[in-house]
């Protein structure tokens, strides 16, 4: 465990704060899956913000100077109050106690009630990692007798973004006014999505950036009687008080 000279952590209302905590292995993983839910819960004025786990030094293309200046561009678009990137090895994270800490330092920094994973089950392993890691970071950050220096804090809710895994979602956010705004924080990323020679057999043609991104979401929005929506998966079941208030026609 870490230790720290300060015996008494600050007041929760002292510290910096977010509603809405999504939690990423790599700077445009959040711009992918859950940008368009950032854009509509920052409207409804609720603060967000993202954690990117690494740097980004192991991609294909670009340089992780490159993807942290457009990371920054990308969260100007998204309105999100608070990015950073933690130092984790990307290609190779890790479930372990050192690495849930670091996260678990952030969750008591921000205090949201909200944090989004992504689905537990992805192409690339650090993507999965993350979903196991995020979780058990969240629960360690509950526990009082684990010193980082700040009050512990469990979010309340954790959901996964689930817009790359073939399951049936438990639910969607209608994201049809910010389609474009989310489209735009991803191309913000140009060392990797702008044609270029490096790696053009790993990565779609710019060309087809838009039509593929633009698809998806009329996928999931369809799905729930909207134009574009962004899916989830909750793993616990769903609490209704009043049968005629549920959204979405069944004929």
């Known amino acids: 465990m870490t230790t720290s000279s300060r015996t008494d952590p600050p007041p929760a209302d002292q510290l910096a704060a977010a509603d809405v905590l999504a939690i990423a292995a790599h700077r445009d993983d959040v711009e992918q899956t859950c940008g368009g839910t950032l854009l509509r819960m920052a409207s409804r004025?609720?603060?967000?913000?993202?954690?990117?786990?690494?740097?980004?030094e192991a991609g294909s293309r670009g340089t992780a100077e490159e993807r942290g200046q457009e990371a920054a561009e990308a969260a100007r678009i998204l309105g999100v109050g608070w990015r950073q990137a933690l130092d984790l090895p990307d290609g190779a994270l890790?479930?372990?106690?050192d690495n849930r800490i670091k996260i678990a330092r952030v969750l008591r920094e921000l205090r949201p009630r909200v944090v989004i994973l992504p689905y537990w089950q992805a192409r690339h392993p650090d993507h999965a990692t993350v979903a196991t890691l995020g979780y058990e970071a969240c629960f360690l950050s509950g526990l009082k007798k684990v010193d980082t220096g700040l009050a512990p804090h469990r979010p309340f809710k954790i959901v996964y973004a689930s817009l790359y895994a073939d399951?049936?979602?438990?639910?969607?956010?209608?994201?049809?006014?910010?389609?474009?705004?989310?489209?735009?924080?991803?191309?913000?990323?140009?060392?990797q999505y702008a044609n270029q020679a490096a790696a053009s057999a790993l990565f779609v043609p710019e060309e087809e950036i838009r039509e593929r991104t633009f698809a998806e979401a009329r996928h999931y929005g369809l799905l729930a009687g909207v134009r574009y929506g962004e899916p989830f998966v909750q793993k616990e079941v769903g609490l209704v008080d009043d049968l005629t208030l549920l959204p979405v026609q069944t004929i």
């Open 45 to 56: 004025g609720l603060r967000t913000a993202i954690l990117d786990l690494t740097q980004g």
């Open 167 to 191: 399951v049936r979602p438990s639910f969607i956010v209608d994201i049809t006014p910010f389609i474009e705004q989310r489209y735009q924080a991803l191309m913000a990323y140009r060392s």
């Open 94 to 97: 890790e479930n372990t106690l």
